[in-house]
């Protein structure tokens, strides 16, 4: 289970820096939100890759930890704010410049 969850972790990862250095912001919006996922996961991985084990501590022998939890729903909450941000500024660079390039320049064959 670990094996498959740290490929994931690192194909998740891989992906998300592809995207992020494409020069087009759509792909970098994309890349910043795989990114942001990939980190979700790992942090969530933290507290323990264990199923049916209560989040209370002292109930029973074996506990899953409640703060990588805690901490990773506010990192949603956090990345869904931050990704509608980048979309709305990415629309306004679109409206402004009429492409959808980072810098705002085409690149000249």
Known sequence: M?????????????CGVYLVLRARIFSVVLGLTLLSYAVN???F???RLT??????IGSVA?????LPQALVL???VIGFAMTAFVLVLALRNLKLSN???VDSQEPTP
């Open 74 to 76: 506010t990192a949603i």
């Open 62 to 66: 074996e506990h899953a930890d409640p």
């Open 99 to 101: 492409t959808d390039h």
């Open 41 to 43: 996961l790992f942090i």
């Open 51 to 56: 199923s049916g084990a209560p989040a209370v």
């Open 45 to 47: 991985s933290m507290g």
């Open 2 to 14: 670990e094996i498959l969850f740290a490929i994931t972790l690192g194909i998740m990862t891989a």
